[in-house]
């Protein structure tokens, strides 16, 4: 009787199984799914000399903008900042970054990650493909004459927080990063993917990091923040609201306890995207960079 009862049960259960494993695939696939934002602002709307320029990574044009350091003599050089901006979003998003690090003395970079801005838009993307994008900024800030290319810091926010934090444990050019809000591992990746769509970690949390793995193509390990930040070894700053509400102070915490040697600054009262609008941030950022860099 009970082994009637259980081999009526195989086909439901089969067809459960099905079920969860395709609907992993679809969260997997369309988390990967770049939201795009239109920009409504230049650099030129808060005062700063600008150029527009683009490079091509994967046969994708990226779209960005450089801001010279201001009344600079043509044959000095001064560092260069590279800014990313977070996912769904795009390089306006970092304007007033921009603002305050330039008139402090720094040649800016902003660009659009593929899929976002004035970028070509992609069907998918990951850290790693973001990371093939740094490259190629990075070619890009190191043509120009007026940069410094034993000064070269990174600075992002969100997933371009990550993506910084894998360059500089890549990059040995790279002299000084901020990490603004970053995740730690894909394990919260994924429970935050599923949460923002109303849905428990279990059982779909196991298959989409398999599907993430997939479609990055890579180990996830290999692009997880929190176990490359340990390879840093330049100065490192870690900003975090306490109130972040879409990647959690515990992140913060686990990248603090994960790094070598880092700057903490954990600011009270405020969430994932107003942390680097606060007078704090600008503050802190802005010593960190000028007692490292100038």
Known sequence: MLLTILFSLVPIIFLISIFIIGFSWYIASDSLKPVNLA???TPGDHQLPFENFSVVSDGLTLKGWFIPVQNASKKSKAPPI???HGWGENSEKMLPQAEYLNRAGFNIILYDLRGHGDSDPVELTSLNRMLRDFDKIMEYVLSRAEVDENAIGLMGHSIGAAASILKASQD????????????ADFDYLAEQTLRSRGLRRFPCQFFVKIFWRKL??????????????GKIAIPLLLIHGDQDE????GEFEKLSKSAKK??????KG????????HTEFCKKTTHFFTSNLL
Do not use: C, M, N, W
Not at 172 to 183: D, L, N, T, W, Y
Not at 262 to 267: D, H, Q, S, T
Not at 270 to 277: E, I, N, P, Q
């Open 82 to 84: 590279i800014l990313t």
């Open 262 to 267: 880092a700057e903490k600054f954990l600011i």
């Open 172 to 183: 040995e050019r790279v002299k000084a990063v901020v990490s603004s809000s970053s995740f």
């Open 270 to 277: 405020v969430g994932h995207s107003d942390l680097y609008l």
């Open 39 to 41: 920009k409504t602002k």
């Open 246 to 249: 879409v990647v959690s102070a």
């Open 216 to 229: 990055a193509g890579v180990a996830l390990e290999t692009i997880s923040p929190v176990y490359q930040i």
